[in-house]
């Protein structure tokens, strides 16, 4: 008989926590395929871990400012919390530390973040303001494998919004963030799932493309798949 698997997800965050939120929710429902298993900080006073801390999440903190420079410091201390809590995937929710070569390709397949825009068009910072400067008709939220190049891996998701002609900064972002809340559950349950996986580089999505889901500003919202014992 088919058994559902939660797969063991630690959530990374550095502030408020907003897609951590949506995370914990998705995760409430017993037939989501991933369990929160902890939500580590590189900022002792992220409002985040509140939330976690609030729905009965284990927490870690692991201090980047003590480490200067030494990177790999860093990241063996942020491993070793990942390893005691049996982490199985890692998910970045404004997490704002470039993580080395080394350490993404151990968890090759297996780091997903969300960024917000219509990658590979506005990596990096400040995505709204750029947007607008831009003149875009359509803007949204992606989430991707993580690779070493910052923005850059394989995109499982992607949400879009029209720009409007009153839109700023404040409005299209809040715009976005209620996109984020929606897409990134599902991008999770998919890889958790084993219905995204990278493959030879390249993001292998299984959910259902329909012409329905192409208009929609999300995509394909599937039953949430299974795993077999």
């Given at each position: 008989m088919a058994r559902r698997v939660r797969r063991r997800v630690a959530v990374l965050?550095?502030?408020?926590?907003?897609?951590?939120?949506?995370?914990i929710g998705a995760a409430q429902d017993p037939d989501y395929p991933a369990e929160i298993a902890l939500v580590l900080s590189n900022r002792a006073?992220?409002?985040?871990?509140?939330?976690?801390?609030?729905?009965?999440?284990?927490?870690?903190?692991?201090?980047s400012r003590p480490f200067g420079r030494d990177r790999?410091?860093?990241?063996a201390a942020v491993q070793a919390a990942l390893d005691a809590h049996g982490v199985e995937i890692v998910a970045l929710?404004?997490?704002?530390?470039?993580l080395t070569e080394g350490f993404v390709t151990r968890w090759a397949g297996r780091?997903?973040?969300i960024h917000p825009s219509l990658l590979p068009v506005f990596p990096g910072l400040d995505t709204h303001v750029r947007a607008l400067a831009a003149g875009v008709r359509l803007h949204g939220c992606t989430v991707h494998f993580v690779t070493p190049g910052v923005d850059e891996g394989p995109i499982i998701a992607q949400a879009a919004i029209g720009v409007r002609a009153d839109d700023d900064e404040a409005s299209l972002a809040a715009r976005v963030l209620a996109q984020e809340h929606l897409l990134y559950p599902a991008a999770l349950a998919w890889v958790a799932a084993g219905a995204a996986r990278l493959e030879g580089g390249r993001a292998v999505v299984d959910a259902p493309a329909t012409e329905e889901s192409l208009r929609?500003?999300?995509p394909a919202s599937p039953p949430l798949p299974t795993r077999k014992a």
């Open positions: 965050i550095s502030g408020r926590g907003s897609n951590l939120g949506a995370l006073e992220a409002a985040g871990l509140e939330r976690a801390r609030a729905a009965g999440i284990p927490t870690a903190v692991v201090e790999a410091g860093f990241e929710a404004g997490f704002m530390r470039v780091m997903i973040n929609s500003p999300l």
